[in-house]
């Protein structure tokens, strides 16, 4: 229950960006999905979002959220969506901490003919399922087909569902769990990053 002398801020008194700031602060720490696509050109695309989740378990369905472009990109839409819409295959690759100064790079508003594959100093990796490869270097990606696009205000939410899941051995902790301490997950916390501290058990749950 919030002290009486909590701050409350109400959205109509805000500016978007405001509230932005509030939701992005407060919701984290955030997973970061590593999209890597491909143009109707084979242009490689590879683009850092934290507004991720699982959407289902049967089907197997990962939720992205892209916003539009921001920046000297300001109004336009965002290379990744439009690959995604015209060529309907992706993967997400989960970012360790040793590849969070390259997925940084990745975020930068570069044009669509940029094969941000090279910017990142990343390796591609052809996948079976779909006809998009994935970081070498990334310890987990989950080679996905889109299911649906669905627009939300200025954003898209783009559900995905899972192909294949590959899984560096060292990632693997046996009976499809992965290993976390070993692959060293890096979250987003708005404008920094965090690592994860040892997992530690509070009750009996889904194991």
């Known amino acids: 229950m919030p002290r009486h002398d909590a701050n409350e801020f109400t959205t109509s008194d805000l500016s978007e960006q405001e509230m932005y700031k509030l939701m992005i602060g ?58 995604i819409r015209e060529i309907g295959e ?36 052809p996948c079976k399922s779909v006809d998009v490869p994935a970081v070498l270097e990334a310890p987990i990606a989950f080679e996905l087909k889109l299911d649906r696009i669905i627009p939300v205000g200025g954003d898209h939410l783009v559900l995905g569902i899972v192909e294949r899941v590959q899984l560096d051995s060292a990632a693997y902790a046996g009976n499809y769990k992965t290993a976390v301490d070993s692959w060293k997950p890096l979250a987003n916390l708005a404008d920094d990053f965090a690592r994860l501290t040892s997992a530690f058990p509070l009750g009996p749950g889904n194991r």
């Open 90 to 125: 992706y993967v997400i690759n989960m970012v360790s901490e040793p590849l969070g100064e390259a997925m940084h790079r990745s975020s930068a508003n570069v044009g669509p003919q940029k094969n941000e594959f090279e910017l990142a100093g990343v390796t591609p990796k």
């Open 26 to 83: 407060s919701v984290v720490p955030r997973p970061i999905a590593w999209v890597s696509s491909k143009s109707k050109d084979g242009v490689l695309n590879l683009a850092p979002f934290s507004f991720f989740t699982v959407a289902s378990r049967n089907p197997p369905t990962l939720l992205i959220s892209i916003g539009p472009g921001v920046g000297e990109r300001e109004g336009t839409v965002k290379d990744t969506l439009t690959n």
